[in-house]
């Protein structure tokens, strides 16, 4: 199956889906007749399959702490079962950083019917009950890190900051659940959680200034100040963008929007042309404002590395 991004307009409000007086079911249980196993080992996973009993317990509930992925499955598709593989290492890797769940489609069709899947694998994301797109196919493994990277940043603009706790045990051949929740950051998470987002650049610098080189610290950092700076955005910035190509304020802001949207390339594509406009401490501004956005992202990602190529030749 051809793979192509999930690009629904719009949230999707997934609480009407409880029944009237239906149980919610436990917590932390998995539902019978699941995707391919996530089981066997020792304590850890974030892997949970879910049924149309108790989505509401485990997906929406879940979902107003921790960003959870909601996976569409089935027995019958070859690329479902190599999905699931690699969404379960993902998951584990980040360490309760999003909850993974997963839905036979065969077994639920009215949580098939109401999401509107049409073809799996298909995933998603809530968060705070409302739907967030994230891709449909089968990508590779580093590009389905980016999709998740990318909740991320949505999740922190929301305050929603929480972590999973481990849902069942580890898959075959982990022992370890993934690193555990760094308590260095818990004041400057604490913060972005109750909307405080001074004190959470407060909470980050502190860190910093100890660490220099901590680099979740620094990505930290340069989130929470992406969504301060996005937060009143005038009407008219596109405008005034189109309108000044050397306006680096304007530009800037503009790039921070089109990150916050998901629109990556957009975003750098944007401030390296800006770096060939402009000159002296304009120039400079512009560059320094691209490699803030490359922390955001995280310097390891494919399209940091191109772009801060494209970096490099538009300064020499």
């Known amino acids: 199956m051809s793979q192509s991004n999930f ?3 719009g949230a999707i409000d997934l609480s009407s889906l409880r029944k009237p007086g239906a149980p919610a079911g436990p917590a932390g249980a998995s539902a019978a007749g699941g995707a391919p196993a996530a089981g066997g080992g020792a304590s850890g996973s974030y892997v949970l399959n879910v ?3 108790t989505f509401q317990a485990d997906v929406i509930e879940r979902s107003l702490q921790v960003p959870v992925v909601v996976e569409f499955w089935s027995p019958r598709s070859q690329a479902s079962t190599a999905l699931s593989q690699v969404l379960a290492r993902l998951s584990t890797e980040y360490g309760g950083k999003f909850l993974l769940t997963r839905i036979d489609i065969d077994a639920n069709p009215q949580l098939a019917q109401a999401v509107g899947v049409q073809s799996v694998p298909l995933v998603i994301a809530v968060l705070r009950g409302q739907v967030v797109p994230l891709f449909q196919g089968a990508p590779a493994e580093a590009e389905a890190r980016q999709y998740l990277d ?11 900051t929480g972590r999973a706790e481990p849902v069942g045990p580890a898959a075959d051949g982990e022992d370890e659940a993934g690193p555990a929740p760094d308590p260095r950051y818990e004041k400057a998470e604490n913060a972005v959680g109750a909307g405080d987002l001074d004190g959470a650049i407060a909470a980050y ?3 910093l200034k100890e660490t220099p ?14 969504v301060k700076r996005t937060q009143n955005a005038p009407a008219d910035i596109r405008t005034r963008a189109a309108d000044n190509p050397t ?10 929007v089109d990150l916050m949207g998901g629109h990556v390339e957009d975003a750098f594509n944007r ?4 770096v060939q406009a402009t000159s002296g401490d304009d120039r ?8 803030e956005l490359f922390e955001v992202v995280g310097t390891d990602d494919e399209r940091v590395v191109k772009a801060r190529r494209r970096l490099m030749a538009a300064l020499f």
């Open 51 to 53: 049924s149309e009993a």
């Open 271 to 274: 401030l390296i042309n800006t």
């Open 7 to 9: 690009s629904r307009h």
């Open 284 to 291: 400079n501004a512009a560059r320094l404002h691209l490699l």
């Open 205 to 207: 610098e502190e860190l």
């Open 150 to 160: 990318q909740l991320l940043n949505v999740a922190v603009a929301n305050g929603i």
């Open 247 to 256: 306006d680096v304020e304007a530009q800037k802001l503009v790039a921070d």
């Open 213 to 226: 080189n901590d680099a979740e610290a620094k990505s930290g950092l340069a989130r929470v100040q992406l």
